[in-house]
Structures are given as C-alpha cells and as structure tokens.
C-alpha cells in the first residue's frame, strides 16, 4: 500500500480554520514531541512547613486552572449583586477571574445598544467578530438582527443587547453547563438594571437558561413567559437565533410572526 503524502502547511491551516481553530492560546508554540523527549526533573528539597495561614478568596492568574465551580459561582453572585450600574457590572466582570473563557477569549462582549431601551436582546455567546470587536451580534448573524428589529421600527440607539455568555468560547464551541452557571448572575443583574419592559431570548440556549424551561425553541417560540427579577415581572418572548434562521431561512416567517407580537406589546404598553 503506498502511504499517502503528508498534508502541506496550506492543507493543515485550511483545516483547522474549517475545525474552528481561529485563534492561538499562547504566544509561542510549544513542541510537545520535545518534551517527551527531556528528561524528568531533579527533585527539589522539600520547604519547611509553615503554619496554616487564614484562607483568601480565590484567585486566578492567566493560564492557571480556574476555581472549582460551586465557588466560581458563589463569587460570580456575590459579585453581581453588589454592582449598583451597568458601568460597575462591567468593571467587575472585567475583573472577575472566575471562568476560564476570560482566558482563550480577547476580549469582554458586554452589550450594545441603549441601557434606557424598554426592549432587551439576550443571545448565547460572542463569536469570532464580536470577540474581535467587543461589541454582540456584529457579524452576519448581527447583520440579520440589525434587519429584524428594523423591520419593527427598532435600531441600536432603541434597544440593548447582550449575550449569557460574554466572552467567546474557543472555537466558537458550545459554553458548558459549568460556564454557563458561572456566567448567568452577570447576565440577570443585567436584566434587572437595564429592566426592559420586553425580554427576547434568541435561540435555545438563552431561552432555556433565562426561562428555566427545558422545551426546544421550535415549542417556545412565539410564546409569552414571565420572567422574574425580584422586583417585578418582565414579559419574555423566545424566538430563533439570527444564525439559526441564516442557516434555516424558512423560518424567517416564523420569527417576523414573533416580531409583529413583539411591536405590538411595545406599541400597547
């Protein structure tokens, strides 16, 4: 049997750009082959024991292993109850160390839009041109929302919209259930200091983990939910996520049905 040629530089870049592989995780590579090779490291004498000190709150440096998830959680909702302002929820969750997509991802995709608007667009997470940007929904997907609330007399100086998860996960991968625990008081903080008088939940992913619903979107689409902040109830529609609909344009008439019920709420409060 003749061995088939090696893949050229050209071929292995074309195909991880098709696996998603976009981005590098450190500045330069590592030889992995050559560390197989190196030899095992000299023991070192062990430091005399100290007496226990008081536990601090975790930390994460860049590149560490981040916190385990109960107490990345706990920190995150402490953390987002304590933010007075949207500008205040941002600065912490700039610092905020306790998820480990902050470390893969570029940048922080907060929001855009109006924080006064009495409507909220809440997707999944950012992708390559929003990480790039820092901006949600500015690629093609973005593009189509731009079109959507368009067509109902909105644009971005009339409505705010952020996503679960705000930074990009690697390779544009699902967030995990673990990440997305993480994230979510971020997110409900957010919701209740822009308090919208409409909630739209784009896609399955959103309309699950704000909703508590466990339906796919093709049952909860187009239908009313009432979301809870503690100090009041938000009417909450779900309906298809641009990039599902760029994908399944039939849909497209299905989600302006979303839309007209969304304008009209808007129009009779």
């Not at 061995?3 to 590098?24: I, K, Q, S, W």
């Not at 995990?176 to 909630?199: A, G, H, K, M, S």
């Not at 298809?240 to 849909?251: M, Q």
Request: proline share 11%; glycine share 6%.
């Amino acid at each position: 049997m003749i061995p088939e040629p090696a893949p050229t530089v050209r071929e292995l870049l074309a195909f991880y750009l098709e696996a998603g592989v976009d981005c590098a995780l450190a500045e330069e590579p590592i030889d992995r082959l050559a560390e197989m090779d190196a030899p095992p490291p000299v023991p070192r004498a062990a430091a005399p024991v100290e007496a226990p000190r008081p536990a601090a709150a975790p930390t994460v440096i860049r590149g560490e292993a981040a916190p385990a998830p109960d107490v990345a959680i706990a920190s995150a909702r402490e953390a987002a109850r304590t933010a007075p302002t949207l500008e205040a929820l941002r600065e912490l969750m700039q610092g905020f160390e306790g998820c480990a997509l902050k470390h893969t991802a570029t940048r922080l995709v907060f929001a855009d839009g109006n924080p006064q608007a009495r409507i909220m667009f809440v997707g999944e997470a950012p992708g390559r041109d929003e990480d790039i940007e820092g901006l949600p929904f500015v690629g093609r997907s973005g593009k189509l929302l731009d079109l959507m609330i368009g067509a109902i007399g909105l644009n971005r100086t009339t409505a705010y919209i952020a996503n679960v998860i705000p930074w990009r996960p690697p390779g544009n991968r699902t967030p995990t259930p673990q990440e997305t625990q993480v994230c979510l008081p971020f997110i409900q903080r957010q919701i209740e200091l822009v308090n919208p008088d409409v909630l739209v939940t784009l896609g399955n992913p959103s309309t699950q983990t704000l909703l508590g619903t466990r339906e796919g979107i093709m049952r909860t689409r187009g239908r009313w939910f009432d979301y809870e902040t503690g100090a009041r109830t938000i009417r909450a529609l779900p309906t298809f996520h641009p990039a599902y609909l760029l994908r399944s344009p039939s849909y497209k008439r299905l989600a302006w049905q979303d839309l007209r019920a969304i304008a009209k709420v808007l129009a009779a409060a």
